[in-house]
């Protein structure tokens, strides 16, 4: 396909970063939980029903997450030749999405034990082996050449892209954008006693911040990087983990997501749980630096700072992976050039959608269903 300059039409999303996979045992009580200590307690035996079993991480629930959508997509991920990467080559297999994939005998592969009791926050196990061996190296360069978007989780868990003050990472960022691509970004948490949790990331995402045009991390992730103060307090002060019930969007959202588009980023979206997302846009001269061909109506979007309630979902099976297919509905529908307003209700709609099942591909729905659904009038949290 030409675009109107006659040149060809940049078309699919790179997704690279974090692959791992996913272990989740299945409650067998739905009894919510009041307090952690009324489900884990040493000695006690908690019975579950099965084990949930699907790859995870950035590189599957948005790379994945895309191609059940319906976008063109290469997934470039990093595993170990071992048996939880055999288990992983065969899934992707199946989505005929194992091409991309990087096989390495000198690495473990990473993965997630996500515990998820009725009630309680999730609780991750997390093993980073392969994601922190990960380099700009690994990448294909021949794809910025004709992509729209390069999205990149998780930094945080990319060791070799923090280290030295987050060096790998912006020039990983720096090289897509010079090659006309689309950045974007997603973060994930990290156990603050980690060599990750120590790091200055503030500092990073400042120098990274010119180089990404969309941000898409959660308001915990944010705050715990950019107020680490707040965090704590706000953590302590929540009741099993829920410090989203305790957020006032203006005071404790809106500011950290204005200091990433002061530092440089074109658009910033906000993963605030099921409460919503918050949007906030650069100025109009910021987002036609945005690549890919990517072109954002300034009447639209341009230094927007909006509020997008979630959809109240069907059932809640688990969380794993709402975040990351949110995300990916979010990239999709702005490659399809949907409104601000529609991009924002098919990315919530999504998240919603991603709870109702136990994996984070099995609720997905077309947007043609979802719009429906939507327009239909979906109540709202």
């Not at 515990?115 to 994601?131: E, K, N, Q, V, Y």
């Not at 070799?160 to 987050?166: F, H, Q, R, S």
């Not at 990433?260 to 906000?270: Q, R």
Request: net charge negative.
């Amino acid at each position: 396909m030409m675009g109107d300059n006659g040149m060809k039409k940049r078309k699919g999303i790179i997704v690279a970063g974090t692959l791992t996979l996913d272990l989740t045992p299945v409650f067998e009580s739905q009894k919510k939980a009041k307090s952690v200590d009324e489900v884990f307690v040493p000695g006690k035996v908690v019975h579950v029903d099965g084990m949930d079993i699907h790859p995870g991480g950035a590189v599957s629930n948005t790379g994945l997450g895309l191609k059940v959508l319906g976008a063109d997509v290469h997934i470039i991920g990093k595993i170990g030749k071992d048996d939880l990467g055999d288990i992983i080559y065969r899934y992707y297999d199946k989505y005929g999405a194992a091409k991309d994939l990087i096989v390495d005998e000198s690495i473990s592969t990473s993965f997630s034990i996500a515990l998820t009791p009725p009630g309680i926050d999730r609780i991750f196990l997390h093993d980073p082996c392969a994601g922190n061996s990960f380099r700009r190296e690994d990448i294909d360069k021949s794809l910025y050449e004709t992509a729209e978007i390069f999205h990149y989780g998780y930094p945080p868990v990319s060791r070799l892209l923090y280290l030295n003050g987050g060096e790998g990472c912006i020039a990983m960022l720096k090289e897509a954008k010079e090659a006309g691509v689309a950045t974007s970004v997603d973060m994930c948490a990290v156990d603050p006693e980690c060599e990750s949790g120590r790091e200055d990331w503030k500092g990073i995402m400042e120098r990274m911040s010119p180089y990404v045009d969309f941000f898409e991390p959660s308001i915990e992730e944010l705050m715990f990087y950019l107020d680490r103060e707040k965090y704590n307090r706000l953590y302590a002060a929540a009741e099993n983990g829920d410090m989203i019930g305790l957020l006032d969007i203006e005071k404790d959202v809106k500011p950290l997501a204005d200091l990433l588009v002061s530092w440089g980023a074109g658009v910033v979206l906000v993963k605030c749980g099921y409460k919503g997302l918050y949007l906030a846009a650069g100025s109009a001269e910021r987002l036609k630096k945005i690549g890919g061909g990517i072109e954002l109506d300034p009447e639209d979007w341009a230094d927007v700072h909006c509020f997008e309630r979630s959809y109240v979902p069907d059932q809640v099976l688990s969380g794993t992976g709402a975040g990351d297919t949110t995300i990916a509905a979010f990239l999709y529908a702005v490659t399809l050039g949907y409104s601000r307003k529609r991009c924002l209700e098919l990315a919530a709609a999504t998240g919603a959608s991603c709870v109702a099942a136990y994996d984070a591909l099995g609720g997905l729905k077309s947007f043609d269903e979802l719009i429906r659904k939507i327009d239909g009038g979906w109540e709202k949290q």
